[in-house]
C-alpha cells in the first residue's frame, strides 16, 4: 500500500491528452513539492517532472504537471507510442520524514 | 554519473552490503540516497546521508539500516541487516541537492536476491 495513490494504469491512442492523477495527503503532497518520474522495463526512473511544473532539460513540452491541495496530475498531450511507460509520482513526508512514491501507473498507447 | 556495485546474491538472515560510487562531481552539498523497487512493484525509499553525516531513513527499514559516506573514495554505502526474501529487489542509488527535492541522477541499479 502506497502512501501516494495513482491508478494503475492509463490509456490512450496517438495524438490524444492523457492525465494522470496522484493523491496524498495534508503531510506530503499538500506541503511538499511534488516529482514525476518516467520508468522504462529495465531501466532505472528517470525525472520528469520536478517541483510541480517543471520539466528538465530534454523532457518535451508535451509533459506537464499540476498541483492542487492535496493531489497532483501529469498530463501528456500529442500522445506517442514512445511515451509507453511506468510514471510515478513522489513528494517528502514530514509525518514519516522521508520520502515517499505513488505505486505507479502504467500508461499504454493503443 | 552514479554506479552501484555489490553482490548480487544474499543469503537469508546476512546482511546485504552496497557501495555506489560518484563519477563526474563532488560528493560534498548532496543528499545520497537508496531507493529499492521489488519487482514488479512500485520503488521504495531507504533513506540517504548529507555530506555532513547527517542521515534519514524509512521508518520500516530502519532498525535495519545503514547509510554511511567515505567522501575521500567519492562512494557512499547501504548495509541491510536480517534480510528477507521480501528483501529482494532492484537497488538504486540516487542524488538530491536537498533532502526533499527531486532525484535527479540515479544509478543503474543492482538486482540483489536473498534466498537460503
Known amino acids: 500500500q502506497s502512501v501516494l495513490t495513482q491508478p494503475p494504469s492509463a490509456s490512450g491512442t496517438p495524438g490524444q491528452t492523457v492525465t494522470i492523477s496522484c493523491s496524498g495527503s495534508s503531510s506530503n503532497i499538500g506541503i511538499k513539492s511534488v516529482n514525476w518520474y518516467q520508468q522504462f522495463p529495465g531501466t532505472a526512473p528517470q525525472l520528469l517532472i520536478y517541483r510541480n511544473i517543471h520539466r528538465p532539460s530534454g523532457v518535451p513540452d508535451r509533459f506537464s504537471g499540476s498541483k492542487s491541495g492535496t493531489s497532483a496530475s501529469l498530463a501528456i498531450s500529442g500522445l506517442q507510442s514512445e511515451d509507453e511507460a511506468v510514471y510515478y509520482c513522489a513528494a517528502w513526508d514530514d509525518s514519516l520524514n522521508g520520502r515517499v512514491f505513488g505505486g505507479g501507473t502504467k500508461l499504454t498507447v493503443l | 554519473q552514479l554506479q552501484e556495485s555489490g553482490p548480487g546474491l544474499v543469503k537469508t538472515s546476512e546482511t546485504l552490503s552496497l557501495t555506489c560510487t560518484v563519477s563526474?562531481?563532488?560528493?560534498?552539498?548532496?543528499?545520497w540516497n537508496w531507493v529499492r523497487q521489488p519487482p514488479g512493484k512500485g520503488p521504495e525509499w531507504i533513506g540517504h546521508?548529507?555530506?555532513?553525516?547527517?542521515?534519514n531513513y524509512n521508518p520500516s527499514l530502519k532498525s535495519r539500516v545503514t547509510i554511511s559516506l567515505a567522501p575521500s573514495k567519492s562512494q557512499f554505502s547501504l548495509t541491510l541487516s536480517s534480510v528477507t526474501a521480501a528483501d529482494t529487489a532492484v537497488y538504486y542509488c540516487a542524488s538530491s541537492n536537498y533532502y526533499d527535492s527531486k532525484l535527479d541522477y540515479w544509478g543503474q541499479g543492482a538486482l540483489v536476491t536473498v534466498s537460503s
Open positions: 546521508i548529507y555530506f555532513s553525516g547527517s542521515t
Open positions: 563526474g562531481g563532488a560528493i560534498s552539498s548532496y543528499w
